[in-house]
């Protein structure tokens, strides 16, 4: 019993965070997208890439969640957007109550959207709340087309779902028509984006994705508190 109600009170105490984050978010009218794969699914060269295709159309800022080094962190800044670094010591997801600190270590009120990217896993961060507005999937080709199967709740909540390392497609039996009937079968909203970050291969479409989606939030907001005539 008494390992339940200290696992309560830790849910409790994030769901409170989350709230805030979500509150801070909405005050702000920006998109925070929460990134979630196994590791070396190509989350970090994907974030990279991605703030390269948008530069000079989207501000974007990244907190990188790892179990040590800063090392992302780095190649997130290389590629010309602020980072924070979140080292967990061994914790295998992240918390809305780091994601909460984290905010206020970027350039927040210059930003058009926040990536989060969170400790490789396909399991904890997907049941974790962070207060984010989405959360994104990766899967790499390597990593073999029945994932949507065995851990399907990140797939369920997925906004999108990013098939990475399309450039290798040729070198193995990943089944890319299972893999999109699965993840259909799991939330039907779910977009599906074919990428290769390492050749540049879809990403307009997921970049155009992104950027439509930061416009919109911001729209949407500007008509509900604009005073009425």
């Not at 830790?10 to 009218?29: C, G, H, M, P, T």
């Not at 058009?112 to 049941?127: A, H, K, M, R």
């Not at 999109?180 to 970049?207: H, R, Y």
Request: with cysteine.
């Amino acid at each position: 019993m008494r390992k339940i109600k200290v696992r309560k009170k830790i849910l409790i105490a994030n769901e409170e965070y989350a709230a805030k984050n979500r509150a801070f978010l909405k005050d702000r009218k920006l998109p925070c997208l929460n990134v979630i794969s196994s590791p070396g699914s190509g989350k970090t060269t994907l974030l990279a890439k991605t703030i390269e295709t948008l530069r000079g159309k989207l501000s974007i800022g990244v907190i990188e969640g790892d179990i040590q080094t800063d090392i992302d962190a780095k190649r997130i800044r290389k590629a010309g957007a602020p980072a924070h670094q979140i080292n967990t010591e061994g914790a295998c997801h992240l918390s809305a109550a780091q994601i909460s600190y984290a905010f206020h270590k970027l350039p927040i009120d210059r930003l058009d959207l926040v990536f989060i990217e969170n400790v490789g896993n396909l399991v904890c961060p997907s049941t974790f709340d962070l207060g984010e507005t989405d959360k994104i999937a990766v899967l790499s080709v390597p990593e073999g087309d029945d994932k949507p199967a065995k851990y399907p709740m990140i797939f369920a909540r997925a906004a999108a779902v990013l098939i990475n390392k399309i450039d290798i497609l040729y070198a193995t039996d990943f089944n890319i028509k299972k893999v999109k009937a699965d993840i259909s079968k799991l939330n039907k909203k779910t977009k599906i984006f074919l990428v290769s970050a390492k050749t540049g291969e879809g990403m307009k479409q997921w970049c155009d994705w992104l950027e439509k989606r930061a416009i919109n939030k911001r729209t949407k907001s500007a008509k509900k508190t604009r005073p009425r005539q």
